[in-house]
């Protein structure tokens, strides 16, 4: 068995990389930069990799029997469907897909490629995370030194999931069996305001925190030096649903997957704390 993981930077795919390592899963890791991709992961055997880059993609593929999918912000759906063209010439057996929650409800590249998947032939398991908790340990880190989160959320509910929780469903179905054809929406136990979010930051750091909620215009202005517009306008689309309450689901998925509840956003706040008080945020 040899996994190939897509996106190892990602914040998924970097704990997907070293849970495979920790069970002594022989793992490749698809990078765009070798060197950095060596340093971050030893143990792994890495490989050059753009999804651009056809030649590239069907090196990286051979002998791999799983495959984790995950896609950056700007990656063609052309080059999304290629790699699974090129996956199933390669023998690949299956593939997890890392999606989004909602996304199923739209036809967005994303879900454009989960049809494209599920109709391959290549069994398959489709992730669909509800929002990241590490995105306050990442992007959202500096505001919250000073204080402060600010997003176009209103009083709407989220039922966070950690990273760490996703990478390890991705690992079960990457090498246990009964996951195939299956699509998991997958949430932590408790479904949150941005004010509760706030709360636990500020119970973790030991000052406070709180939540300014803004309007989709200045979101877009905040952002839109910093991420692609289509990128940022499906953003924008999400945070409607938050509003809307299409995020306040909680899903069993997680436990029934590993036997075991999902990680709190108390515990995540407590793990994480450190990142808030340093005198700036890692990125």
Not at 11 to 22: C, I, P
Not at 126 to 151: C, D, H, K
């Amino acid at each position: 068995m040899t996994i190939l993981v897509t996106t190892p930077n990602g914040k998924v795919g970097s704990e997907v990389v070293k849970g495979l390592l920790a069970r002594n899963i022989p793992v490749r890791v698809a990078a765009h930069t070798v060197s950095k991709a060596q340093q971050a992961f030893p143990g792994a055997e890495v490989v050059p990799f753009s999804f651009e880059n056809a030649d590239q993609v069907q090196a990286a593929l051979q002998g791999v029997t799983a495959l984790y999918v995950a896609t950056i912000n700007d990656t063609t759906l052309e080059d999304q469907n290629r790699l699974v063209d090129l996956a199933k010439a390669a023998g690949v057996q299956r593939i997890v897909r890392l999606s989004a929650a909602g996304v199923e409800n739209t036809d967005a590249p994303l879900r454009q490629n989960e049809l494209y998947i599920e109709a391959s032939g290549i069994p398959y398991t489709i992730l669909r995370p509800s929002w990241f908790m590490q995105n306050y340990s990442t992007g959202s880190a500096a505001s919250i030194q000073n204080g402060v989160i600010a997003e176009p959320s209103g009083d709407g509910k989220t039922a966070f999931i950690d990273t760490r929780d996703i990478a390890d469903v991705a690992i079960a179905a990457l090498t246990q069996e009964g996951h195939a054809g299956k699509a998991y929406h997958l949430t932590g136990s408790e479904a949150l305001t941005r004010h509760q979010v706030a709360d636990y930051i500020s119970q973790a750091v030991g000052f406070p925190v709180q939540y300014t909620p803004i309007t989709d215009d200045e979101h877009r202005a905040a952002m839109q030096n910093y991420i692609p517009a289509d990128y940022l306008e499906f953003l924008l689309m999400l945070y409607g649903g938050i509003r809307a309450g299409w995020t306040e689901v909680v899903s069993p998925d997680v436990n029934q997957v590993l036997g075991r509840a999902p990680i709190t956003f108390a515990q995540f706040a407590q793990d994480y704390k450190e990142v808030w008080l340093q005198p700036e945020a890692v990125k």
